[in-house]
């Protein structure tokens, strides 16, 4: 197992203090080809543990879970479903990557992480370092919900508030200059976070009785979603399970829609990019995986779509009366589904992942 930069394959050993190639290039992780052997006694996403990569031995149980994973994949109409992902133990998906992402910081001997995030992740990592007795440091842009604040304070995290999602970024990269002993467990530079995430499409395979639906649809800012399920689509296919993967349907807020535009080849100026939306999880403007998650699109013959505020806020609406509330960018993948339903783009059975709890943004 090691690191392959993206753009000149140069490798690292994944116990490297580097988390990008010095070209600036980021890391891809190169995993020996193993076996999808689901543990049926291991009621979490540890049931797949054959399939993520670990740095200890792969068959002695982590020690850090709180039983993530293993989410309803419930009917909506249609004969669509929705795979409530926001049941995770901190409200979000994202829970998924930062479990996997913890054990390696744990297996490395860190005393301390790092992460930028508009929130979720943030949060969902600060939940697994307490966990593991690992400091934590979370850079979140200043319109970050309160909520998300609050909770990172208490998990004891440091937190470091102020200017956009892109300033957070730029603000961490300050941080961990000459700080080479603190962990960047950075759910976008490290690809540990996407092998966590693809657990979710093996789930469902699980759920649909060892099949795959025509379409997924999931939400795109930073794409550790679009990458995970990718992952996953390759891992079952060398497994001889599948010929074939679900069409990875993506969506973006028009206010903010870097992917849309470098997917659709829409001129930026159509979609002034960026202006803010209420879908802040989804909120960013260079994606620095963009390349990575096109390519992963496309190779689904998937596409990507965006909506607006008010079909953002009509989903969410429509969501809660069927009794399922969701924070605005869980929304905006329902506002998605709806709108390729609608154009005819759907037309049979599809699962629509929901990434984030209504409570986490009120
Ligand atoms: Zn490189």
């Known amino acids: 197992m090691r690191y392959r930069c993206y753009i000149c394959s140069s490798t690292f050993e994944v116990t490297t203090e580097h988390y990008r190639c010095d070209c600036g290039g980021l890391f891809v992780l190169e995993i020996e080809n193993s076996v999808l052997e689901v543990d049926r006694s291991d009621w979490s996403l540890w049931r797949y543990r054959s399939l993520i990569p670990v740095i200890t031995d792969s068959s002695s149980t982590p020690t850090i879970s709180m039983g993530e994973g293993m989410t309803p994949l419930v009917a909506d109409s249609d004969g669509s479903f929705l795979k409530l992902d926001f049941l995770n133990p901190t409200l979000s998906y994202k829970d998924r990557g930062s479990v996997v992402l913890v054990a390696l910081a744990k297996a490395l001997g860190v005393k301390e992480v790092a992460i930028d995030s508009s929130g979720n992740?943030?949060?969902?990592?600060?939940?697994?370092?307490?966990?593991?007795?690992?400091?934590?440091?979370?850079?979140?842009?200043?319109?970050?919900?309160?909520?998300?604040?609050?909770?990172?304070?208490?998990?004891?995290?440091?937190?470091?508030?102020?200017?956009?999602?892109?300033?957070?970024?730029?603000?961490?990269?300050?941080?961990?200059?000459?700080?080479?002993?603190?962990?960047?467990?950075?759910?976008?530079?490290?690809?540990?976070?996407?092998?966590?995430?693809?657990?979710?499409?093996?789930?469902?395979?699980?759920?649909?009785?060892?099949?795959?639906?025509?379409?997924?649809?999931?939400?795109?800012?930073?794409?550790?979603?679009?990458?995970?399920?990718?992952?996953?689509?390759?891992?079952?296919?060398?497994?001889?399970?599948?010929?074939?993967?679900?069409?990875?349907?993506?969506?973006?807020?028009?206010?903010?829609?870097?992917?849309?535009?470098?997917?659709?080849?829409?001129?930026?100026?159509?979609?002034?990019?960026?202006?803010?939306?209420?879908?802040?999880?989804?909120?960013?403007?260079?994606?620095?995986?963009?390349?990575?998650?096109?390519?992963?699109?496309?190779?689904?013959?998937?596409?990507?779509?965006?909506?607006?505020?008010?079909?953002?806020?009509?989903?969410?609406?429509?969501?809660?009366?069927?009794?399922?509330?969701?924070?605005?960018?869980?929304?905006a993948t329902y506002a998605g589904y709806l709108a390729l339903r609608k154009s005819g783009c759907i037309e049979d059975a599809c699962v629509v992942v929901l990434t984030g709890a209504g409570l986490k943004s009120r």
Do not use: W
């Open 121 to 331: 992740a943030g949060v969902s990592v600060a939940a697994y370092a307490r966990r593991a007795s690992i400091g934590a440091h979370v850079f979140v842009p200043e319109s970050t919900s309160p909520k998300k604040v609050r909770q990172l304070q208490l998990f004891n995290a440091e937190v470091h508030k102020g200017g956009d999602r892109s300033f957070a970024a730029l603000a961490i990269a300050e941080f961990l200059d000459g700080r080479p002993e603190i962990f960047y467990a950075s759910h976008v530079y490290n690809p540990f976070f996407a092998h966590g995430v693809k657990t979710v499409l093996f789930e469902i395979f699980e759920q649909l009785q060892m099949r795959l639906p025509t379409e997924i649809v999931v939400p795109v800012g930073n794409g550790t979603l679009v990458l995970g399920i990718h992952e996953a689509i390759n891992d079952l296919k060398r497994a001889s399970l599948i010929q074939t993967g679900p069409k990875i349907m993506a969506v973006q807020a028009q206010a903010c829609a870097p992917i849309y535009e470098a997917f659709r080849q829409v001129p930026s100026s159509s979609y002034s990019s960026p202006t803010e939306t209420i879908a802040e999880g989804i909120a960013i403007t260079s994606p620095p995986r963009v390349n990575e998650i096109i390519s992963a699109i496309s190779e689904s013959n998937g596409d990507v779509i965006a909506v607006s505020e008010n079909e953002i806020l009509d989903a969410q609406r429509g969501l809660l009366q069927r009794g399922v509330d969701v924070e605005p960018t869980a929304a």
